[in-house]
């Protein structure tokens, strides 16, 4: 079965315009090898044989990704088996638009997807996974992963909008990587949200994002209207599949669940950090987007963190409520949420709710169900937003 034609098409979305704010590429094999200097082109990331396996490795032998995955659930003939099946696929086992610019939109437009905001695999969902390597070779690896993104991004006729890596280990090397994408036409970066806990180059330890030393990168993050991404797992703390999640009596597929499910929690985490840091009053301007996180918490959190700021804090540094900065400054993500998802949708803010599908990953939207019938208690206008208006607008796409 050819999945440009199968059953489900934009029905789902009622005729509604979709931009879809999380997406992710399948990595081709090539990608860094045939961009690479030659100084570096044994060393980057590559497929390699490791004991006999096909794997990703980094720096000649450093595995970055054992059997070679590519992470997506969706078979060539347009099936996505349950469970981890996903992990012992190949590239050819999987839905060439998983990897591939012109096959991705034909399965784009035979929902009535507009666009798709895309991110990261092999990395890591923020950058994370090449930290155990010099950070020339680093940040080579994400420069050429970004000059391939604006590539994509071009041949898609501007509607793939892949986020940036940066090197979240340079805080100057991050303003200098973010102005680089934004001149070649990338519209916001995505990064590690826990960079405090590696050394820069020099062995000292990273401050933490709510730190003054960042202020230069959210400077030009708001100057070049770039929102700042932080997708869930982007960081070593943050992701944690079948570490210390689940009780150890679990097999693997209730471990996996679990600490998926819990994967979106550690967004509230970070949330809660960066409007706590106070670099919002610093930067009131600056546009943050929770990815793969879900809506539901939101509500929530924000009563939370308000009742432990008034119970707590005996000298309030916080211009404002913590609750407020959510309207002004954050964006969530929902996809698989529907009970009685219009309320929720409500309580945390029509304008501050993204959809996304996170094609083609194991617990992707697909088959899309029927979105816009879910949403109607918002009435057209908000439908328009919550499925596309935002998003054009955050990210500055031409509906």
């Given at each position: 079965?050819?999945?440009?034609?199968?059953?489900a098409?934009?029905?789902?979305?009622?005729?509604?315009?979709?931009?879809?704010?999380?997406?992710?590429?399948?990595?081709?094999?090539?990608?860094?090898?045939?961009?690479?200097?030659?100084?570096f082109?044994?060393?980057?990331?590559?497929?390699?044989l490791v004991?006999?396996?096909?794997?990703?490795?980094?720096?000649?032998?450093?595995?970055?990704?054992r059997?070679?995955c590519p992470?997506?659930?969706?078979?060539?003939?347009?099936?996505?088996?349950?469970g981890?099946?996903?992990m012992?696929?190949?590239?050819?086992d999987?839905y060439?638009g998983?990897s591939?610019?012109?096959e991705r939109?034909?399965?784009?437009?035979s929902?009535?997807?507009?666009?798709q905001?895309?991110?990261?695999n092999?990395?890591?969902?923020?950058?994370?996974?090449?930290?155990?390597v010099?950070?020339e070779?680093?940040?080579?690896?994400?420069?050429?992963?970004?000059d391939a993104?604006?590539e994509i991004?071009?041949?898609?006729?501007?509607?793939?909008?892949?986020?940036?890596?940066?090197?979240?280990?340079?805080i100057e090397?991050?303003?200098?990587?973010?102005?680089?994408?934004?001149?070649?036409?990338?519209?916001?970066?995505?990064?590690?949200?826990?960079?405090?806990t590696?050394?820069?180059?020099?062995?000292?330890?990273?401050?933490?994002?709510?730190?003054?030393?960042w202020d230069?990168?959210?400077?030009?993050?708001?100057?070049?209207?770039?929102p700042?991404?932080?997708?869930?797992?982007?960081?070593?703390q943050s992701?944690d599949?079948?570490?210390?999640?689940?009780?150890?009596?679990?097999?693997?597929?209730?471990?996996?669940?679990?600490?998926?499910?819990?994967?979106?929690?550690?967004?509230?985490?970070?949330?809660?950090?960066?409007?706590?840091?106070?670099?919002l009053?610093?930067?009131?301007?600056?546009?943050?987007?929770?990815?793969?996180?879900g809506?539901?918490?939101?509500p929530?959190?924000?009563?939370?963190?308000?009742h432990?700021?008034r119970?707590?804090?005996?000298?309030?540094?916080?211009k404002?409520?913590?609750?407020?900065?959510?309207?002004?400054?954050?964006?969530a993500?929902?996809?698989?949420?529907?009970h009685?998802?219009?309320a929720?949708?409500?309580?945390v803010?029509?304008?501050?709710v993204?959809?996304?599908?996170?094609?083609?990953?194991?617990?992707?939207l697909y088959?899309?169900?029927?979105?816009?019938?879910?949403?109607?208690?918002?009435?057209?206008?908000?439908?328009q937003?919550?499925?596309s208006?935002?998003a054009?607008?955050l990210y500055?796409?031409?509906?």
């Amino acid at each position: 079965m050819n999945i440009a034609t199968s059953a489900a098409k934009a029905s789902c979305f009622g005729g509604y315009k979709v931009i879809d704010a999380d997406t992710h590429l399948s990595e081709p094999h090539d990608l860094w090898v045939k961009r690479a200097p030659a100084k570096f082109k044994d060393r980057v990331p590559q497929i390699k044989l490791v004991n006999g396996e096909k794997s990703w490795v980094i720096d000649g032998d450093k595995l970055i990704g054992r059997g070679a995955c590519p992470n997506s659930a969706i078979l060539k003939d347009g099936t996505k088996p349950p469970g981890f099946a996903f992990m012992k696929y190949q590239m050819d086992d999987v839905y060439v638009g998983a990897s591939k610019t012109k096959e991705r939109l034909e399965f784009m437009d035979s929902y009535g997807v507009s666009a798709q905001i895309i991110y990261p695999n092999l990395l890591g969902f923020g950058g994370q996974r090449a930290a155990n390597v010099d950070c020339e070779l680093r940040l080579v690896s994400m420069q050429i992963y970004n000059d391939a993104m604006a590539e994509i991004q071009a041949e898609s006729g501007n509607r793939l909008f892949p986020m940036a890596l940066l090197p979240w280990w340079d805080i100057e090397g991050s303003v200098r990587e973010a102005k680089r994408t934004a001149a070649m036409g990338l519209r916001g970066i995505n990064i590690n949200p826990d960079p405090h806990t590696k050394t820069d180059a020099r062995g000292e330890l990273i401050p933490d994002l709510g730190h003054p030393g960042w202020d230069p990168l959210w400077e030009v993050c708001t100057d070049l209207n770039l929102p700042v991404n932080f997708h869930i797992g982007g960081s070593e703390q943050s992701i944690d599949w079948f570490g210390d999640q689940a009780w150890p009596s679990f097999d693997s597929e209730h471990k996996g669940a679990l600490g998926g499910a819990m994967l979106f929690f550690n967004n509230a985490r970070v949330m809660a950090n960066i409007i706590f840091s106070g670099l919002l009053d610093r930067h009131p301007k600056l546009k943050f987007v929770s990815v793969e996180s879900g809506i539901g918490w939101v509500p929530f959190l924000l009563e939370a963190i308000d009742h432990q700021y008034r119970e707590i804090i005996t000298k309030p540094k916080l211009k404002r409520a913590p609750s407020e900065y959510f309207k002004s400054n954050f964006f969530a993500c929902f996809w698989f949420e529907r009970h009685d998802v219009t309320a929720m949708i409500k309580d945390v803010g029509v304008e501050n709710v993204l959809f996304e599908t996170d094609f083609p990953h194991p617990t992707c939207l697909y088959p899309v169900d029927g979105v816009s019938s879910a949403l109607e208690g918002l009435g057209p206008t908000g439908i328009q937003k919550v499925l596309s208006g935002n998003a054009a607008k955050l990210y500055h796409i031409e509906a």
